[in-house]
T-cell receptor, first 114, second 110 residues
Framework: KAGVTQTPRYLIKTRGQQVTLSCSPI?????VSWYQQTPGQGLQFLFE???????NKGNFPGRFSGRQFSNSRSEMNVSTLELGDSALYLC?????????????FGSGTRLTVV | GQNIDQPTEMTATEGAIVQINCTYQ??????LFWYQQHAGEAPTFLSY????GLEEKGRFSSFLSRSKGYSYLLLKELQMKDSASYLC???????????FGTGTRLLVSP
């Protein structure tokens, strides 16, 4: 079956612009989480959605937002981009962390802000 | 806080055994996951421990001690392809997110 699909794979933006990243989870997975990965900080939790509701949010500024649609696809948006937003953005879906299924990650979107 | 600590880097020889340790604050988590991430790729699920003890999966085993806030990943019969980063992640008490350590980069040499 298809894995987690993230688009686009690579993106170059200018400071001050905004960007929207897309994630399609594995069919049947209702939970979608977003992480930012940088060399120094590792994987940092952005937010988690379940059935179109944001259930959990990490410690990121309000410039970072997201949403989930009725088909479980999710988008995240970053407004007023800063150089420090350059990172790999990973989306992950899960059948249920409580049951030990873990995340399945997408290949990520590599965002470069210049 | 929800700190997860693991060594930054380790080296080992092909065919050897290596143990990657992970410590965490006991009050913050319900279980421990381990992921493998090759350079330029997404993390992939290796193991999950929710109860104390050892879980074995082929060449890889993972151990958890909840009272000590301690876990380790044991890799046996190391192969060159095992060179990767290994991420320890705690499942938060709400069961809604994983908190990751910064990862341990393992370099396997011939």
């Amino acid at each position: 079956k298809a894995g987690v699909t993230q688009t686009p794979r690579y993106l170059i933006k200018t400071r001050g612009q905004q960007v929207t990243l897309s994630c399609s989870p594995i069919s049947g997975h209702r939970s979608v989480s977003w992480y930012q990965q940088t060399p120094g900080q590792g994987l940092q939790f952005l937010f988690e959605y379940f059935s179109e509701t944001q259930r959990n949010k990490g410690n990121f500024p309000g410039r970072f937002s997201g949403r989930q649609f009725s088909n479980s696809r999710s988008e995240m948006n970053v407004s007023t981009l800063e150089l420090g937003d350059s990172a790999l953005y990973l989306c992950a879906s899960s059948l249920g962390l409580r049951d030990g299924y873990g995340y399945t990650f997408g290949s990520g979107t590599r965002l470069t802000v210049v | 806080g929800q700190n997860i600590d693991q060594p930054t880097e380790m080296t080992a020889t092909e065919g050897a055994i290596v143990q990657i340790n992970c410590t965490y604050q006991t009050s913050g988590f319900n279980g421990l996951f381990w992921y493998q991430q090759h350079a330029g790729e997404a993390p992939t699920f290796l193991s999950y421990n929710v109860l104390d003890g050892l879980e074995e999966k082929g060449r890889f085993s993972s151990f958890l001690s909840r009272s000590k806030g301690y876990s380790y990943l044991l890799l046996k019969e190391l192969q060159m392809k095992d060179s990767a980063s290994y991420l320890c992640a705690g499942l938060n008490t709400g069961f809604q997110k994983l908190v990751f350590g910064t990862g341990t980069r393992l370099l396997v040499s011939p």
